[in-house]
């Protein structure tokens, strides 16, 4: 007599992870074990735009004209608030002029 013995089941997930394999052997598995600590309030939570939130300048730390096709565009190197110097981005000055 054969018995069936599940060793490996397949998850629903949510679609952020649709790229992930959905089945797991039992062993990666755990039991959930309710927690109050994992419920978000998503009350105080507010957003601008889907997936958006507002950064504004602090400073510019430095310059330079880099040159595409035929043309130069000149740059600043902006470090934006809620973030670190090391994560400033290469910005148009005629944009940030706007």
Do not use: G
């Amino acid at each position: 007599m054969e018995k069936n013995i599940l060793v490996a089941y397949k998850l629903a997930l949510p679609p952020s992870l649709s790229k992930m394999h959905d089945i797991f052997h039992v062993f990666l598995l755990q039991k959930y074990v309710a927690n109050a600590s994992h419920v978000f309030n998503f009350s105080n939570l507010q957003m601008l735009e889907p997936h958006s939130i507002e950064v504004l300048p602090i400073r510019i730390l430095t310059f330079r004209t880099r040159k595409q096709r035929n043309r130069k565009i000149n740059e600043c190197l902006v470090q934006w608030d809620k973030y670190s110097e090391s994560s400033s981005t290469w910005e148009d000055i005629a944009t940030m002029k706007r």
